[in-house]
């Protein structure tokens, strides 16, 4: 059984910083894919920032600059440093995984992030 738990989210206030982690546990190796989505009240889960096993990254254009993402690969973690934090960056974050013999991509449970103005 492979689970991801995420953490880190909370209320911070426009230009602040956060940062969000996720743990993937279970029988895995490595990994393919990972990256962090979010969700706000009413709109579609859109992908925020991406990084492959090679170490490519990819971002959405709203957070380039501000967001990065990076893994530590020994303890099979993604995280997600979150700087100049606006109101719009609210939302649930997700973390989501793809893993090398399976055939389905991973959900964390999701971790809320409020930025107040």
């Known amino acids: 059984q492979v689970q991801l738990v995420e953490s880190g989210g909370g209320l911070v ?42 170490g490519s990254t990819d971002y959405v254009d709203s957070v380039k600059g501000r967001f990065t993402i990076s893994t530590d690969n020994a303890k099979n973690t993604v995280y997600l440093q979150m700087n100049s934090l606006r109101p719009e960056d609210t939302g649930v974050y997700y973390c989501n995984a793809v893993f090398p013999g399976y055939y389905t991509t991973f959900w964390g449970q999701g971790t809320q992030v409020t930025v107040s103005s």
């Open 13 to 54: 206030q426009a230009g602040g910083s956060l940062r969000l982690s996720c743990a993937a546990s279970g029988r895995i190796f490595n990994f393919n894919s990972m990256g962090w989505f979010r969700q706000a009240p009413g709109m579609q889960r859109e992908l925020v920032a991406g990084i492959t096993s090679g």
